[in-house]
């Protein structure tokens, strides 16, 4: 598994170039490799983005990262658009919050 710090960083240069928020998320579950556990799913959001916990917690069901429970991709976009879309287009050596 990859140190979530150092994911964290690519999760912020991907929001800042303008990626979609869904194919981060799929991005850093994919970096993270298949050993990675939810809380380091969430630590990348929280270190990258300062993404609050209980933000991100919702997501825990979410099959794209290997929940089992019906959140959709479109509830995915609820919880994270609003601390990725600000990103969009900043210096991504501005730090978060």
């Not at 140190?3 to 912020?12: E, M, N």
């Not at 991709?73 to 919880?79: C, Y």
């Amino acid at each position: 598994m990859k140190d979530p710090k150092l994911v964290a960083i690519g999760l912020r240069e991907r929001a800042v170039r303008g990626d979609d928020t869904l194919n981060i998320a799929l991005w850093v579950k994919e970096e993270l490799g298949s050993g990675a556990t939810f809380f380091a799913f969430v630590s990348c959001f929280f270190h990258g983005l300062s993404v609050p916990i209980s933000a991100i917690r919702q997501l825990e069901g979410w099959r794209g990262v290997g929940g089992n429970r019906d959140v959709s991709d479109a509830e995915v976009r609820m919880s994270l658009d609003p601390y990725v879309l600000p990103l969009r287009h900043q210096s991504p050596d501005r730090e978060p919050g």
